[in-house]
């Protein structure tokens, strides 16, 4: 008989605490919105006592998404438990995921406390946020490192406590697929009252094991996988999910289990996750990656053309990818415009189709054939951003091997007109010389990550690019353009709106 495995989703959390990536409260928004579409059981929004940005995030995303568990990270303290109640009292099933670290290493360590002050914290955290709700996840942090016996023993104490779920971390991802599986199954056998609750994983990727370890451990009892979209997470990241749902799914023979996800919608949210947070996925990333369903070969080519399987394991249509060569161009209406999006999945409102459909027009004086991955790229350039205050007005250049390179560029200010030049090394130099001496800023540029969204050289130029500010915190920003010049420019004046929203924000605190 099938099983449901519950996934619970940890990008907004797990995954923001990536190296780099930090996201407003609009873009957990929308990566949260996306999740519920994309059918996960648990999304984990942040972690509330961490900072005011934090909260309003969770807090955020707990009044608005519906149709899931909205989850709130706090350590096993009061404070934290308390706080994280506030940011999620909201939502439609609210969850309080507690943990506390059973390794000696950290006991030691990070914690400096005794074994029994961990079973003395672990149970009254646990007893607190039930308190708030009955749905309360209990996590011991490094359990894999941990001495199965105590572990078992803290596990208990939390079941007795009133913990609904409990989650076995492999924190460093240090596991083996076999040793993980057998340590389950071990946790299983030795955990007084383990039947009545949901065992979860939660496995890292530093050996590049945190998927098969994941399975492993379902396959030995565990109902919660804990992952992230494209596997971002701490240090190497976290288990992907879309690779252990289409493993489940291609081998649901073999696991009999089933999840509430709509695998159709996959593809669309890696590509989110992947915009938003500027973590690019590898070409050759499993399922989602660029390269994932193409096929080079000439053998396999002819193969694939005479029978899809013969290559192929999954459908790519299975996963979102749709392969339609319906191309808009400067003819196109509004209304083919907004039937191609719909196709495409987006539903805007009349505001946001106005946006996206300037955009457009401009973009198709410049390229003559518009195609899907470049519908895609306008409209997550153009809709939800954070408040306009600085908008290109224009732009022009001096550039080549016998000249300084310059930038001109034409900006407006909260409506008002300003230009501005500037020299650099090169002409993206010269053009974040010329935006900073316009808007009074200076930030340090983290990374600059150039692509073409299609192939052929009219292809529109997609630029990601990260800065951080006075505090350290790393803002990104993306623009796209057919001439690379402007794409880099509008990318920077994307990340200073960002950058003048989280000012905003914060000052409202
Ligand atoms: O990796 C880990 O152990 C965690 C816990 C907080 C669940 O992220
Ligand atoms: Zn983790």
Request: glycine share 8%; aromatic share 6%.
């Amino acid at each position: 008989m099938t099983k449901r495995l519950y996934i619970f989703d940890t990008t907004l959390r797990d995954g923001e605490q990536s190296p780099g990536v930090s996201l407003n409260i609009h873009e957990k928004l929308q990566i949260a919105r996306q999740l519920a579409k994309l059918g996960v059981d648990i999304i984990e929004a942040g972690f509330p006592f961490a900072s005011e940005g934090d909260f309003r995030g969770v807090q955020a995303v707990a009044r608005e998404v519906r149709g899931v568990t909205v989850a709130g990270l706090a350590r096993a303290n009061f404070q934290d438990i308390d706080r994280a109640w506030e940011a999620i009292k909201d939502a439609e099933q609210p969850r309080i995921h507690t943990f506390i670290a059973t390794s000696d290493i950290h006991l030691k360590h990070k914690l400096r406390k005794s074994r029994e002050e961990v079973l003395e914290a672990a149970a009254a955290a646990v007893a607190r946020a039930k308190q708030y709700t009955s749905d309360v996840e209990f996590s011991a942090e490094d359990a894999y490192r941990s001495d199965p016996d105590f572990l078992c023993q803290v596990l208990a104490v939390a079941i007795k406590a009133g913990a609904t779920v409990l989650n076995v971390p492999d924190t460093v991802g240090y596991a083996t697929p076999d040793e993980f599986g057998a340590f389950i199954r071990k946790v299983y056998e030795n955990t007084p009252g383990i039947e009545n609750v949901v065992v979860s994983v939660h496995c890292h990727n530093d050996l590049g094991l945190a998927v098969a370890n994941s399975l492993a451990a379902v396959q030995n009892g565990a109902r919660q996988v804990e992952g992230t979209i494209n596997g971002i997470g701490e240090r190497a990241g976290n288990a992907a999910l879309e690779e252990v749902v289409m493993t489940l799914h291609t081998h649901r023979e073999r696991f009999q289990l089933e999840t509430r996800i709509v695998t159709e919608e996959i593809y669309r949210t890696s590509k989110l996750v992947s915009m938003l947070t500027g973590m690019s996925v590898q070409f050759n990333k499993a399922v989602v990656g660029k390269n994932a369903f193409l096929h080079e070969s000439g053998i396999h080519q002819d193969g694939v053309l005479k029978e899809r399987t013969t290559y192929e394991i999954m459908n790519p249509a299975m996963v979102g990818i749709t392969d339609t060569n319906l191309v808009l161009g400067k003819h196109s209406g509004r209304h083919a415009f907004r039937e191609r999006l719909a196709e495409l999945g987006y539903g805007l409102t009349a505001e946001e189709l106005d946006k996206a459909f300037v955009r457009f027009k401009e973009l198709a004086d410049t390229k003559k054939q518009i195609s899907s991955e470049d519908l895609e790229a306008i409209v997550e350039e153009q809709i939800r951003q954070v408040p306009v205050t600085y908008e290109l007005d224009y732009l022009h250049i001096f550039s080549g091997t016998t000249v300084k390179p310059t930038a001109v560029i034409g900006l407006l200010i909260e409506g008002e007109f300003l230009q501005e030049a500037a020299c650099g090394n090169g002409p993206v130099d010269a053009i974040f010389k010329a935006l900073e001496k316009a808007t009074g800023t200076r930030h340090d540029l983290v990374s600059y990550v150039i692509d073409a969204v299609t192939g052929g050289t009219d292809a529109l130029a997609n630029v990601t690019l990260k800065v951080s500010d006075a505090q350290q915190k790393v803002f990104t920003g993306r623009g796209i353009s057919t001439d690379v010049l402007e794409a880099s420019a509008r990318a920077y004046i994307n990340v200073l709106n960002k950058i003048v929203f989280d000012q905003k924000t914060r000052k409202q605190d």
